[in-house]
C-alpha cells in the first residue's frame, strides 16, 4: 500500500501561526531593547557601545572645562600683556632669572645683597626652588622643541598651565573618592572657576601657590590611589614623589604630610572599633614608601634640611611612622608564629613598652640639648590669639585671620552650600570608604583651621 498524502494547512491556520510568531519575535525584541542602556535616554545601544559614548562625552566636556579655565586665567594677559604683577611674583622672576643664567651651583650659593637691603639674603638656602627650577626646565624643553618662548613668557603663563593640571587632578581625586566619571567631571568644572583657585593661578601671578596646588592635588590623588586594593600600594611610590615636589615648591607641604599621616592613623584607629578595614599590609606598604621617600625628598631641598627630624611641626608623622613599623613586627610575629588573641596582645604590650622606654630616653635626651626646634610662628597662631603670636608679620597678615561668612562666600561662592552634600556623600560611601574618609577627614581639618 502507499502512504497516503500529508494533508495540508488551511490558509487561516498558516495566517494564525505567522501572526503568533510575528508576536513572539516583537516580544523578543522589545525585551532585548527595553534591557539595553538608553543614549539621551532615547536611542537604544549595546552597553559596550553606551559606554565609550558615554566616555567620549564626558572626555569632550572635561576638554572644554580645561580649555575654560585656561582662558579665564589669562584674561589679565589679553589684558595688559605679558607682565608678572606685584612683588613676590617679581622677586621669584629675578630668582628664575638668575638660575637660569648662572646654573644650578651659582643659584644655591647666591647671596642676593638687592634683597632685605641693607641685610641682604641667602637666596639658595631660605628660598622654596622648585617653581623656579620648573619653569627653567619647561623654557629648556620649549627651546629643545624649537618653540621657544622667553623666560618672562613663562613664568607669565606658569600659573595658567598648573591651574589647568590642578583641575584635572582634582578631578582624578574626585574620581578615586567616589568611583564616579560624572562626579569627577562636575569636580573638575567647579575647581576651573572657583575663585580660591583662580586667585592663586592667574596669568602673571607667578608665586608659588600657583604650583603648589597642583603638587598638592596629586600627592592627595596618589595616596587615596595607593589605598584603592591590596595591589595598589605601589603608588605610595608615586605619593613620595609627588610630596617631595611639594615641598620644593611651597611652605605649606607641613599641612600635606600631616594629613596623610593623620589619614592613615585614623584607618588604624577606627578599624580597631570595627569602622574600616583598620591596619593591613597595602596600607603599612603605601605609607611607608610614602614616608621613606618624601622624607628623603624633603632633606634634600636647602631650605628644609633636617626639619623633618627636629621640627615639632613634622614629628608627628614620624611618631606614626615609627608607630606602624612596631605594628608590623608584631603582626610578622603574630603570621609566623601563628598566636591567638591573648598570645599576640602580649607581644603587642612588650614590643611597644620597650619602644616607649627606648623613645622616652631618647627625647628626654635630645630634648636637653636643645635639639628639637620650636613650633613655628604660623602654627601657634592657630591655638592662640593672633594678637600673641609674638610675630608682628604673621599677626598682620589677613590670612592668618579666622575666614568670615563673607570670606567663605568670596572665595567659595556656591560652593559653600554644596560641600556640605559632599560630606555627607563622602561619609556614607560605603563602597570606597577607605578613600572617601580621607575628603572626610580633610573636610573637618580644613573648615576647623580656617575658623582659627
Known sequence: ??????????????????????IAQDEEINQWNSSLPRVFGVVPVPKPLATLIQIAIQVYILYYICISAYDIRTYAIREYGRVIHEFDPWFNFRATQYLADNGWYEFFHWFDYKSWYPLGRPVGTTIYPGMQITSVTIWKILGWIKHPMS???????????????ATLFLGLLTYEVSGSRNAAVAASGIMAIIPAHIMRSVGGGYDNEAIAVTAMCATFFFWVRSLRNKDSWVFGVLTGLAYTYMVAVWGGFVFVLNMVSAHAAALVGLGLVGIGPGYNNNLYRAFTLFFVIGTFGATRVPVVGLTPFKSLEQLGAMTVFIVFQLIEVCEVQRRRRKLGAAQAALVYAQVFSVAALVVGVMVSYLSSQGYFGPISARVRGLFVKHTRTGNPLVDSVAEHQPASPDAYWQYLHSACYTAPVGLFLSVVNVNRWTQSSFITAYGVVAYFFSNK
Open 1 to 22: 500500500m502507499g502512504i497516503p498524502p500529508k494533508k495540508g494547512k488551511s490558509k487561516a491556520e498558516v495566517d494564525k501561526a505567522a501572526a503568533e510568531d510575528s
Open 151 to 165: 623666560l618672562n613668557d613663562v613664568c607669565v603663563f606658569v600659573p595658567c598651565w598648573f591651574g589647568v593640571s
